[in-house]
Structure formats: C-alpha cells, structure tokens
C-alpha cells in the first residue's frame, strides 16, 4: 500500500470522525431536549429510557471519535484496533436506537393513543403542571378547549388574557405528539445514518492497521538474518 494511499485512509477517517462527531452533537442534545420534555411530563416511555441512552451514546461517540483522529493521527496498531472495535459495538447500539424510534413512530394510530393516554394521565394526576405545559406549548385541555365545559384556565390563553375568553384551539394531546414524534425521528433519523459512518470508520481503521502491521512485518524480516 503506497504511502498516497495511507495518507487518504488517515483523511478519510479525520473527515468521517467530524462528521460522525457532529452528529453525536446532535443526539447529545435532542436527547437532552427529550430528557427535559420527560421532566416537564411530556413522554410516552413512561421513563429517561430513550433520552438517556441518546445522550450516552452520543457522549461515548464523540469521545471515541477524538480517540480514532488521535489514533490515526499517531499511527498506533493497537489504537485504532480498540477505536475500531469499539465503533462495531456503536453501531450495533446506534443502529438498536434508530430501530427503536422507526418503529415507535411507524404506527401513528398507536402513536397518538400512546401520546393521549399520558396526557389524559397528566391532566387527571397533576392539573398544576398540565397549566404549565398549557401556556409552553400553547394548548388547551388533552383533546381541546371544551375538556373545560366553557370555564377555562388562566393557561389556556396568551398570558395577558385574564380571564381567559380565547383559549388555545389545539388539544394538548395533539401539540405533544407533535414534539416528541419530531424528537424521536430525529433521533433516530441520526442514529441509523451515523451508525453507517461508524462502520465505514472502523473499516477505514482495520484497512490502516493492517497496513501499519504490514511495514512493520517488513521491517522485521529486513533486519533479521534469516530468509522471510
């Protein structure tokens, strides 16, 4: 292998590891946005399940990309052999996370009855912090305004609307599903396109490691006496 095409490899594994940093960016933080939608009682997980595993598996990305620039950049066998192991076991959790947001979303049906039952939940168990998500994201009642029988909240309404005569004419159900479903293709939409990165990163690193491995094999039987 010429020393152009050991160049070529080491940039292509740069180039990838930015743009797989930048997507590991991305998960970190729409999974930090989901975190704090669960926080403020919007999700249909019923736990941190997927916001947490997104915000680690985009942490545990970005560091391992710095690691494979460091690797390559220094030319270690036994780095870039860790780096691109480590790449394999991401892509097979990047491309789990992808899988499980396709198919939570793939059945809208099944999706916005997920997404009202926890908001009927919410509306039932904790009515204060339902008037707050009401005037965030500007809804009224789970279905819609008539959840009130004409005797509306204050947070059904724009702030400086007391009392409140023109509520909100989106249900709350339908702007939350909204939100989450973004969140949730987009987390996946990431997921699966930058698992497929990271698998052409670690074939890069293999390809780079065996040609290290190659000189140095070279250079050994060079220097030994014996025929090779």
């Known amino acids: 292998m010429s020393w152009l095409t050991s160049l070529i490899l080491k940039l292509a594994i740069y180039i990838s590891n930015l743009i797989t940093a930048s997507g590991a960016i991305v998960l970190i933080a729409f999974g930090a946005e989901y975190i704090q939608s669960k926080n403020n009682g919007v999700s249909i997980f019923g736990d941190f399940l997927f916001g947490v595993l997104s915000v680690m598996v985009g942490t545990i990305a970005l560091v391992v990309c710095i690691f494979g620039c460091v690797s ?5 066998s036994i780095f870039l052999k860790i780096y691109a192991g480590i790449l394999m076991g991401l892509f097979t959790i990047q491309l789990s996370l992808g899988i499980m947001a396709v198919t939570k979303v793939q059945n809208p049906d099944r999706f916005s009855r997920e997404v009202t039952k926890t908001v009927q939940r919410l509306f039932e168990e904790d009515r204060t912090q339902f008037y707050v998500l009401q005037q965030e994201f500007e809804c009224c009642g789970v279905n819609g305004y008539f959840d009130y029988n004409n005797t509306f909240p204050t947070s059904c309404c724009n702030s400086d609307n007391n009392p409140c005569l023109r509520p909100f ?20 939409f990431v997921a699966i396109v930058f698992a497929a990165l990271e698998l052409m990163c670690a074939f890069f690193a293999f390809t780079v490691r065996r040609k290290i491995q190659s000189v140095s094999d070279s250079d050994d039987c060079s220097e030994s006496s014996t025929t090779c």
Not at 72 to 76: D, H, N, R, Y
Not at 169 to 188: L, M, P, Q, S
Request: with cysteine; glycine share 12%.
């Open 72 to 76: 390559a950049c220094f030319e270690k």
């Open 169 to 188: 004419e989106t249900g709350c159900a339908t702007a939350f599903r909204d939100v989450i479903g973004e969140y949730i293709k987009t987390i996946g």
